[in-house]
Nanobody, 125 residues
Framework: QLQLAESGGGLVQPGGSMRLSCAAT????????IAWFRQAPGKEREGVSC???????NYADSVKGRFTISRDNAKRMVYLQMNSLKADDTAAYYC???????????????????WGQGTWVTVSS
């Protein structure tokens, strides 16, 4: 059974940094692409970053140059390093498996995508 568990969320000031972690269990991470999504209150869920099994990465335009996705297959972990955080980054962040890292974040998820429970990130002074 594919399971994902996010951690690392919390409160951070604008301009600050935070690293989110996604722990994968029940499957061999090496063979899968993983994506990070977020959903702010009153908004649709949106793709943030995606990394395929070759460690090729894609990013939403809104986070390019500020966020970095990485993976450690040996530890079964995927990370999202977030720098220069803005109030607009406030959202619940989810990692997901059974995704395809196409150029458009709108195309990453499908009905076969499995989601973690999410971790909340609040950017505020």
């Amino acid at each position: 059974q594919l399971q994902l568990a996010e951690s690392g969320g919390g409160l951070v000031q604008p301009g600050g940094s935070m690293r989110l972690s996604c722990a994968a269990t029940g499957f061999t991470l090496d063979y899968y692409s993983i994506a990070w999504f977020r959903q702010a209150p009153g908004k649709e869920r949106e793709g943030v970053s995606c990394i395929n099994k070759f460690a090729t990465t894609n990013y939403a335009d809104s986070v390019k140059g500020r966020f970095t996705i990485s993976r450690d297959n040996a530890k079964r972990m995927v990370y999202l390093q977030m720098n220069s955080l803005k109030a607009d980054d406030t959202a619940a962040y989810y990692c997901a498996v059974n995704v395809e890292c196409y150029d458009s974040p709108d195309a990453w998820a499908s009905r076969d995508t499995s989601w973690g429970q999410g971790t909340w990130v609040t950017v505020s002074s």
